[in-house]
């Protein structure tokens, strides 16, 4: 099993920036989609950003530009760059993973998550 850890959220001004971090550890997947999610309250949870194993990443239309999704080489931290940061992405932020079966070749965003991490808040102001 996938253990992930987040950190990094906090307290921002609109227009500034974060950084958000996820710790990956535990039986990895070789094959893999991981993603940001976010969850505002009385909102339902969105997908923010993904990456697949081969490196390919996908965005929502709200946070492309702004927001990066990106992996360390050995692959055991994920990082979301959170740049000109809005007031409506105050959330708690979780990331996820899941693990994709040999002959899946799709995009991210209708995998199943099976491994959520505890969330980190992030709040920006205007």
């Known amino acids: 099993q996938v253990q992930l850890v987040e950190s990094g959220g906090g307290s921002a001004q609109a227009g500034g920036s974060l950084r958000l971090s996820c710790a990956v550890s535990g039986n990895t997947y070789s094959r893999y989609c991981m993603g940001w999610f976010r969850q505002a309250p009385g909102k339902e949870r969105e997908g923010v950003a993904s990456?697949?194993?081969?490196?390919?990443?996908s965005y929502a239309d709200s946070v492309k530009g702004r927001f990066t999704i990106s992996q360390d080489n050995a692959k055991i931290t994920l990082y979301l760059q959170m740049n000109s940061l809005k007031p409506e992405d105050t959330a708690m932020y979780y990331c996820?993973?899941?693990?994709?079966?040999?002959?899946?070749?799709?995009?991210?965003?209708?995998?199943?998550?099976?491994?959520w991490g505890q969330g980190t808040q992030v709040t920006v102001s205007s």
């Open positions: 990456i697949r194993s081969d490196g390919s990443t």
């Open positions: 996820a993973a899941a693990r994709l079966s040999w002959w899946y070749d799709g995009g991210c965003a209708q995998v199943p998550y099976n491994a």
